[in-house]
């Protein structure tokens, strides 16, 4: 859908400001060291998740099996 009133020529002269190369580079090294650190997080959160689901599958086989101690009459 095409908006009624933009005028393409109209914002095609503007100017767009762009920092200088040294900040650009700056600005990609922060960016990466971002996306590292989430990287890590994001790894580390799907350690942990695989970690509870062989404790809950521990738990729940000894539940089935009467293991928990919780049977004594």
Not at 3 to 14: A, D, R, W
Not at 29 to 36: F, M, S, T
Request: net charge negative.
């Amino acid at each position: 859908m095409a908006l009624p009133h933009f005028n393409v020529e109209g914002y095609s002269k503007l100017p767009i400001s762009v920092p200088p190369l040294e900040e650009q580079k700056e600005i990609v090294r922060v960016l990466q060291d971002l996306l590292a650190v989430g990287q890590s997080a994001k790894n580390d959160a799907e350690v942990v998740l695989s970690q509870i689901a062989t404790i809950r599958n521990f738990i729940l086989a000894s539940a089935f099996h009467g293991e928990l101690g919780t049977n004594n009459p």
